[in-house]
């Protein structure tokens, strides 16, 4: 079944270490987000990448960083930098087709800095 | 810029009842889309219903109908005959036209909606 997967569910981080989550794609969808979710807050965009070896900044990026070497991956790296990271994390896809909009998601990782 | 509001941050329902939801939202464009997705306690979210702004008639999806009020910006979702399985947090969320990509989207807080037994 095609779908999204991200990993690892849930992780625990020290403060000062980086850490990186994956997300994997098999829709064959060009373009990719990283969403962070907070309560109360809704969902903000983080980074996102509309082809292969280019991504840009969203909303929060500052202590974030990610890469686009192939089409079915964009892993997210939470570096030191990012003052308050726990939180839920979700990645995304979507075709680039503009009459649907849909967005299709992964089921979350959970960060918790210790 | 858009914003989208959801004033009820939690709400409940009897099983086989009806529940609203409430959304509205900001914007000075014309051409717009309007989404509610859904996050079940598994937590992989899911579209649950699709609005096209130049579209009058209101879209609906099996027991998931909507009220689009489009000069009021109001967007609600209708839950007809709930279910267990709509036990879920809801987020309503809008994204300009001619957008096809998810970096325009401007998501609601969200409101949790649990289905009683």
């Known amino acids: 079944d095609g779908g999204i997967t991200q990993s690892p569910k849930y992780l625990f981080r020290k403060e000062g270490q980086n850490v990186t989550l994956s997300c994997e794609q098999n829709l064959n969808h060009d373009a990719m987000y990283w969403y962070r979710q907070d309560p109360g807050q809704g969902l903000r965009l983080i980074y996102y990448s509309q082809i292969v070896n280019d991504f840009q900044k969203g909303d929060i990026a500052e202590g974030y960083s990610v890469s686009r070497e192939k089409k079915e991956s964009f892993p997210l790296t939470v570096t030191s930098a990012q003052k308050n990271p726990t939180a839920f994390y979700l990645c995304?896809?979507?075709?680039?087709?503009?009459?649907?909009?849909?967005?299709?998601f992964g089921e979350g990782s959970r960060l918790t800095v210790l | 810029a858009q914003t989208v509001t959801q004033s009820q941050p939690e709400m409940s329902v009897q099983e086989a009842e009806t529940v609203t939801l409430s959304c509205t939202y900001d914007t000075s464009e014309n051409n717009y889309y309007l989404f509610w997705y859904k996050q079940p306690p598994s937590r992989q979210m899911i579209l649950v219903i699709r609005q096209e702004a130049y579209k009058q008639q209101n879209a609906t999806e099996n027991r998931f109908s909507v009220n689009f009020q489009k000069a009021a910006k109001s967007f609600s979702l209708k839950i007809s005959d709930s279910q267990l399985g709509d036990t879920a947090m809801y987020f309503c969320a809008f994204m300009k036209h001619g957008f096809g990509y998810g970096q325009n989207f401007v998501f609601g807080p969200g409101t949790r909606l649990s289905v009683l037994p």
């Open positions: 995304a896809s979507s075709t680039r087709q503009s009459n649907t909009g849909e967005l299709f």
